[in-house]
DNA sequence: TCTGAAACTGACCATCTGGTCAGGTTTTTG
DNA sequence: CAAAAACCTGACCAGATGGTCAGTTTCAGA
């Protein structure tokens, strides 16, 4: 089910030409635009093509249908969204451990803001698409994960959490600023984010989750309880 | 801009006939169910005619253009959001207020997960429809909310968080039940949340709000999320 | 250079969908 | 009770959209 542009081999194992390759990683791109921004539906073949440039039966010739232009698109992002989570071992230091899992993922946020949509708009519209995905491959990472966090909190380095749901926090949390991008700007009264609004809304959420788990922040200045810089200016 | 079914008043301050307004209501909520599921581009007039039970002439007798039953949809569910935020003042116990507001928040998740989607998915695809809310009504009722916070932390009553990102946190983590419930479902290996899931769920996020607060959790039990006639009521 | 394969595309089509409207029925009102 | 207002709907239409295809161009390898 996975997209192998990394290997850049199709159904036979042979290797796709350089141009196929650059082509499709150009649709695929554009594809992931117009997906984020109108959904399954409301994106047209037409628009994706003239994003990429191409007329539309060139688009046809690559993806036969706008289904399976989807699901490359899909396939593509999912790769993304699994990863990450290695970070978090019985033997890491919890603090360290979070603090770059949700660094991954508010850099995810960041960086690939349309990916997140993409996913965001299948899984409210039903993930027809990923159930299976969700139900297996990630459900399983996410019980080992969380089998993690339970033992760290066994021994006590980290107060008793939901694990599970403490990663529906954190995910909910980190991609709310791809996702709702536009509501958080629209509070923020700022067109757009800046990075330095991304490094804000890091510290906070990383100072949710630690705090959640009872740990002091680790990087930069350690600071778990007095005032910070970060939170004062409004 | 905001519909008003409230007071069933027309443009011109006169009442709705009783024929109007049940079946204006009933069509609503068939179109909140609809666009849910598909978005706004992916809603079709027909479907949600037929779910509604009408035939499809007859919506557009009461909704001149889908555009304008896609907003009046969105004005209905506007109305919920911004309720809910009385509990947070200055005079209010923390832990209590910021208890209340969870809670409320979680409820709303669990009755009415499709206005929340239609919701989602709105500010996903650009918030083009509500932007101007966002930009005005939603952007002052958090400034004003966030200075309460800001001033209890100042107060040493709660540790210092960052007020508004707060607020992005918990609308993130409650909202996830709702707009991510696929997901949900999916990792924890049900077919759909139980009244109980919900309220372990109420538990977890209290505990990280609270918890990021260096409060304590109050009245041990959290109250449960009352038994919703899932996504009927209107 | 030649040749087959891959890449490409303009033009076309079937279908779906939002929207209209003329004419009918029911409800309200004077 | 009659007229007016509100309500309702089958049938229809124009435009958009996903998809097709036959024919052309470009490329890679012998």
Redesign the pocket.
């Known amino acids: 089910m996975r997209a192998q542009t990394a290997t850049a081999a199709d159904e036979t194992g042979?290797l796709?030409?350089?141009?196929?390759?650059?082509?499709e990683s150009a649709m695929l791109k554009a594809a992931e635009k117009v997906f984020a921004r109108a959904g399954f539906?409301?994106?047209?073949?037409?628009?994706?093509a003239d994003l990429a440039g191409?007329?539309?039966?060139?688009?046809?010739?690559?993806?036969?249908?706008?289904?399976?232009?989807y699901r490359a698109v899909l396939d593509n992002i999912l790769d993304l969204w699994l990863a990450e989570t290695e970070s978090i071992t019985v033997d890491a230091d919890p603090a360290t451990a979070l603090t770059t899992y949700v660094q991954a993922k508010m850099r995810l946020s960041a960086r690939r803001p349309d990916a997140s949509r993409v996913f965001a708009n299948e899984i409210v519209h039903g993930a027809t698409h990923i159930g299976e995905y969700l139900r297996t491959e990630l459900r399983r990472t996410v019980e080992a994960r969380a089998a993690v966090i339970d033992q760290w909190a066994a021994e006590g380095r980290i107060l008793p959490v939901d694990a599970t749901h403490l990663f529906f926090t954190i995910w909910a949390a980190t991609q709310t600023y791809a996702d709702f991008e536009n509501q958080v700007c629209a509070v923020l009264g700022k067109p757009r984010l800046s990075v330095s609004d991304h490094q804000r809304a890091t510290a906070h959420v990383l100072t949710v989750v630690l705090r959640t788990c009872g740990l002091p922040c680790v990087s930069g200045q350690p600071r778990p309880v007095s005032p910070s810089p970060a939170n004062t200016t409004h």
Do not use: C, D, N, W
């Not at 796709?16 to 082509?23: D, E, L």
């Not at 539309?56 to 232009?69: I, M, N, R």
């Open positions: 042979r796709k030409g350089r141009i196929r390759q650059r082509q539906q409301g994106a047209t073949m037409a628009e994706i191409v007329p539309k039966a060139t688009l046809h010739y690559y993806f036969g249908s706008k289904e399976e232009l």
